[in-house]
């Protein structure tokens, strides 16, 4: 019996397959393949995020999220040091989510 699953994982899976008696079937993907699947991925985990039921749940979601973006980062060659600092340099121009605000429409007065 054979189970495809076709999506990219960590690092230790195949490992962790193997020592369940089982045997995975890996290759490595260039680079485009690879930005792709990290897009997939980081929408994968997002929809583990909608679905988690408690704040631990979600916490642990969010990691594998994180891990993610790290991933997207250093694909480019960034650290996660500086996906923050670009974020820090947004969040002084246009503020951050505190607020919660939530715009609905803009009404323009042309005259």
């Not at 045997?23 to 260039?30: G, Q, S």
């Not at 993610?68 to 060659?77: D, H, S």
């Amino acid at each position: 019996m054979e189970e495809i699953y076709d999506k990219l994982v960590r690092d230790n899976i195949a490992d962790i397959i193997r020592s369940n008696g089982e045997e995975p079937i890996t290759r490595i993907l260039n680079d485009d393949e690879y930005w792709e699947y990290l897009l997939k991925k980081d929408s994968e985990e997002l929809e583990e995020v909608k679905k988690a039921l408690t704040p631990e749940e979600i916490k642990k979601e969010l990691g594998d999220k994180l891990e993610v973006l790290i991933a997207m980062a250093n694909f480019y060659g960034f650290t996660l040091e500086d996906i923050i600092h670009e974020a820090d340099i947004k969040k002084s121009k246009n503020g951050g989510f505190k607020k919660r605000l939530l715009l609905e429409k803009v009404i323009t007065n042309k005259k």
